[in-house]
Each structure stands twice: as structure tokens, then as C-alpha cells.
């Protein structure tokens, strides 16, 4: 844990782990609303989650360099700007109720989540005792899982209506001339929520500027050649954490990308319910986080990687087998299991790197892409089956291969020349 003279910095830092997270979970909600309000089907809704993390992959490699060159606050203060502005855009966005405003609205804000993220795992990482970063960086996680539990129940309570015609309803409210006033109100409920969040991330701006971080030197290790080097690949550890990342955000995304559609079509629950369901999942991946935390103080975090990954494989097989509430239930269980995953695959990813650990940090963000083309695959997926719940198989094979990597990915062998 955090040492005396690391601590306002690690609770100052540990608060951007929260923002990206609500920036991310909010998607549950803002799928299904704007596909209403913009009127689109499952592949274009999908979409939603492709700004932020096409953001990520285009923004991780620019964010590392500039924090290497400018340091850590340099790149949290850009971060968060730009995450502010994001956010501030969604007010004009609404107003147009224009689809392509909305994504590029999310694409800013993306890439401020993108700085901040590529910032604040390696610092967390580092902020201490290298034999206890995997711990450290999961109890820094922790409240990114409060972020990931508030995010969809502000968002199901304020930006969803609960109202949902069908489409002779819809039809007729086009013959009537009404459906572009109910389109519209739809798409209101977004501004108030977003000039919150906007006003919130201002705030966190002003503690950052007037409060001193300390600049984290990672140890130079002659061993590992050249600094901040393209050549982190030849580490194998790295390259299958990476894909690690990639399968375990796209897992993550996708479960929760389509619950809401996923809870109706096999149990018939309504979006209000739902998302409320989803709420209760997040919060046992809250749990799930504080609770690894303290488990790896016994478990090796690679042991209990794959542990949470077995159960993961079973619990989402049911979810693509099952019908009704078992169904549902199973899919709601599976948070509390991927709590310790990101962080985990993360900081063994970063291990023994030295100076390039930024280097690696960045492209370990950039695998963060996995959160935009799992949904897309599973939105065609439902769009050629007719079934949402077919869609499913894409995360079960995800943590497949999270399963090699706690087991076999993760070891640190000598470097490939």
C-alpha cells in the first residue's frame, strides 16, 4: 500500500481511475438511448463505443510520449481538459440530435480518458514497491469499479425514460407529426448529466494544478536496451499482455454493451430494470476489486487470474445456453469475476521493464480497441441471427484466452533479440 509521503498523490491519482471508468460505463446506457433517439439498428448502435476506444488506440502512443517528454501532471492536466471537453459537447450534440456529434463528442472525451489512463496505471504501478504494484494498481482499480457501479445507475435514472413504443406506435406518431418532438425530448435528457460531469472534471483540473505530484522515475535497466523503445515487443510478457487487454476490455464492453437488450430478449425485462440490474452487477465488480486486492495478499495475482477466468468461461456458456433469469443472472455474476483482470494483466504486462515501461503502458492502453470491436462483432452478430443472446459467444472465447495468459502469457522470459 501507498507509503505516508505517496499518499495525497495515489488519492489524487487514483480519482482519474474513477472518471475513466464512468466515461466507459455510461456506453450501457447511451447505446440503447441513442439507438432510440437517433433511430438506428444493433450494428449502428454498437458504434457508440467506438470513438472512445478508437481514441485510445489512436491516442495511447502520442499520450506516452508526451508524458515521457512533459512528465506525469503535464499529461493528467491535458487529460482532463480534453476529457471536460468531451463532455461539454454533448450539450450542442443533443440539440442537433445529430449521430455523428454524438461520436465525435465521445471521441474527445475518449481521448482524455486515453491520456489519463496511459498516465495513471504506471504511476500507480510505480508510485511504491515494485513487489506489490499488481496489488497497489487493483486497489487503485478498486474505484474505478465505483465508477463503473455509479456510472449506468445516474444513467438509467437520468438519461433513460423508461418510455419504449414499438414501431406501429412510432409509425403512427411520424403520420401525426410527433415523432420528431418525442425524438427530440429523447435526446435532451443527455445535458444535464454531461454538464455535471463536465463541471466535476473542472473541479479535479484545479486540485491537480495547485497540488504537487512527485515525477516517478522508473530504474534504467541496462539489460533492456534502448529507452522508451519500439522494441518493448521483443519482451514476450508484453505482447501477450497486450492481447491480454484486448480480449479482456472487449469481453468487459461487450457484456455490458447489450445487457439491457440481452435482459429483454431472454427474460423480457424492461430497459429501466435492467439497467438497474446492471447497476447491482457493477457493484459486485466493486466488491470483486476491493476484495482481489486483499486476496493477493495470499494468491499469486497470475493464480488468481485464471481462477476468476475458468469461472468466467462457465458463467457466460450459461448465459449463451441458458433462457430467463438463470440466464440473466449468470451475465450479472460475471463482473465480480473480471474485477482483478484489467488491472492484473496490466501491471504483469509492465513488470521488470525499467524505463520502458512507459513504452509498454502505451500500447497496453492502446489494446483498450478490443472495447469497440467486440460490440461491433456482436451487433452483427445479433443482426444476422436475430439473437443478442447467440452474440455472447464473442466474450466466452475472450476469457479463453485469458485463461492461457494467467497461466503460460505472463511469464517473464529473456528478451527475443
Known amino acids: 500500500m501507498p507509503k505516508n509521503k505517496y499518499l495525497i498523490p495515489f488519492?489524487?491519482?487514483?480519482?482519474?481511475?474513477?472518471?475513466?471508468?464512468?466515461?466507459?460505463?455510461?456506453?450501457?446506457?447511451?447505446?440503447?438511448?441513442?439507438?432510440?433517439?437517433?433511430?438506428?439498428?444493433?450494428?449502428?448502435?454498437?458504434?457508440?463505443?467506438?470513438?472512445?476506444?478508437?481514441a485510445y488506440c489512436v491516442i495511447a502512443?502520442?499520450?506516452?510520449?508526451?508524458?515521457?517528454k512533459y512528465g506525469y501532471k503535464k499529461g493528467i492536466?491535458?487529460?482532463l481538459s480534453l476529457y471536460a471537453l468531451g463532455a461539454l459537447l454533448f450539450i450542442p450534440a443533443a440539440s442537433e440530435r445529430s449521430f455523428p456529434f454524438f461520436i465525435f463528442a465521445l471521441f474527445v472525451s475518449g481521448s482524455g480518458a486515453a491520456f489519463l489512463e496511459t498516465v495513471g496505471n504506471p504511476y500507480i504501478a510505480n508510485l511504491g514497491e515494485p513487489q506489490r504494484s499488481e496489488q497497489r494498481l487493483n486497489l487503485a482499480q478498486s474505484f474505478n469499479g465505483l465508477g463503473a457501479m455509479i456510472a449506468p445507475l445516474i444513467g438509467a435514472k437520468f438519461i433513460l425514460s423508461g418510455i419504449e413504443h414499438k414501431p406501429a406506435e412510432l409509425a403512427a406518431m411520424r403520420v401525426n407529426g410527433q415523432l420528431d418532438?418525442?425524438?427530440?425530448?429523447?435526446?435532451?435528457?443527455?445535458?444535464?448529466?454531461?454538464?455535471?460531469?463536465?463541471?466535476?472534471?473542472?473541479?479535479?483540473?484545479?486540485?491537480?494544478?495547485?497540488?504537487?505530484?512527485?515525477?516517478?522515475?522508473?530504474?534504467?535497466?541496462n539489460a533492456h536496451g534502448t529507452k522508451f523503445s519500439w522494441k518493448v515487443f521483443r519482451f514476450p510478457h508484453v505482447k501477450w499482455a497486450v492481447f491480454g487487454e484486448f480480449f479482456y476490455v472487449g469481453a468487459q464492453v461487450g457484456l455490458g454493451s447489450f445487457f439491457v437488450k440481452y435482459s429483454r430478449y431472454v427474460a423480457d425485462i424492461p430497459e429501466k430494470e435492467a439497467g438497474e440490474k446492471w447497476f447491482i452487477a457493477l457493484a459486485g465488480f466493486m466488491v470483486g476489486r476491493f476484495l482481489g486486492t486483499f486476496i493477493m495478499g495470499y494468491i499469486k495475482p497470475s493464480r488468481l487470474l485464471s481462477v476468476y477466468a475458468v469461472i468466467n468461461i462457465f458463467l457466460v456458456g450459461v448465459g449463451v445456453l441458458a433462457k430467463g433469469h438463470v440466464a440473466v443472472y449468470a451475465i450479472m455474476a460475471t463482473p465480480f469475476f473480471m474485477s482483478i483482470m484489467f488491472p492484473s494483466i496490466f501491471a504483469l504486462g509492465i513488470k521488470d521493464l525499467g524505463e520502458e515501461t512507459k513504452m509498454a503502458a502505451s500500447f497496453l492502453v492502446m489494446a483498450i480497441i478490443g472495447?469497440?470491436?467486440?460490440?461491433?462483432?456482436?451487433?452483427?452478430?445479433s443482426d444476422a441471427?436475430?439473437?443478442?443472446?447467440?452474440?455472447?459467444?464473442?466474450?466466452?472465447?475472450?476469457?479463453?484466452?485469458?485463461?492461457?495468459?494467467g497461466l503460460k502469457g505472463y511469464k517473464i522470459k529473456p528478451a527475443r533479440i
Open 371 to 381: 472495447g469497440a470491436v467486440a460490440p461491433y462483432i456482436m451487433g452483427m452478430i
Open 77 to 79: 492536466l491535458f487529460g
Open 11 to 54: 488519492i489524487l491519482v487514483t480519482s482519474l481511475f474513477f472518471l475513466w471508468a464512468f466515461l466507459h460505463n455510461l456506453n450501457p446506457i447511451l447505446i440503447p438511448h441513442l439507438k432510440k433517439a437517433c433511430q438506428l439498428n444493433d450494428k449502428q448502435s454498437s458504434l457508440v463505443d467506438l470513438p472512445i476506444y478508437l
Open 385 to 405: 441471427t436475430g439473437s443478442i443472446q447467440v452474440a455472447y459467444v464473442v466474450p466466452l472465447v475472450s476469457f479463453v484466452y485469458i485463461l492461457f495468459f
Open 61 to 68: 502512443i502520442p499520450a506516452g510520449l508526451f508524458m515521457h
Open 181 to 221: 418532438a418525442y425524438l427530440q425530448s429523447e435526446a435532451n435528457t443527455v445535458k444535464p448529466p454531461y454538464l455535471v460531469i463536465a463541471s466535476v472534471v473542472v473541479l479535479v483540473i484545479i486540485l491537480f494544478v495547485f497540488t504537487k505530484l512527485p515525477e516517478i522515475k522508473e530504474p534504467d535497466a
